[in-house]
Nanobody
């Protein structure tokens, strides 16, 4: 099983980006999905998560600016980021809880860099 994230890049403050993360491999079922970020010198933190039923949870620092969604048929999770600020600069990682074979476990993407210039 692999998770491939894409959509990061360089954007000016106030701009927008859309991140995608697609899972591939021998996947029987999906559960919670989420996005985390890690800025230089800081710990990885939760940005947003979405359950299989579609319930979403956002960190306070992105509420009203970011939107998480998922497409289970494509085994993909998205993060639309609006009104980006320099403090949003970080490597963004996707996370999925997946059933592969007989075991549920958490999988991580390699990360995609988001850089917001002032």
């Amino acid at each position: 099983v692999q998770l491939q994230a894409s959509g990061g890049g360089l954007v000016q403050a106030g701009g927008s980006l859309r991140l995608s993360c697609a899972a591939s491999g021998s996947i029987v079922s999906t559960d919670d999905m989420g996005w985390y970020r890690q800025a230089p010198g800081k710990q990885r933190e939760l940005v947003a998560s979405i359950t299989k039923s579609g319930f979403t949870n956002y960190a306070d620092f992105v509420k009203g600016r970011f939107t998480i969604s998922r497409d289970d048929a494509k085994k993909t999770v998205y993060l639309v980021m609006n009104k980006l600020q320099p403090e949003d600069t970080a490597v963004y990682y996707c996370n999925m809880r997946l059933l592969s074979g007989l075991m549920w476990r958490d999988y991580w993407g390699k990360g995609t860099q988001v850089t917001v210039s002032s």
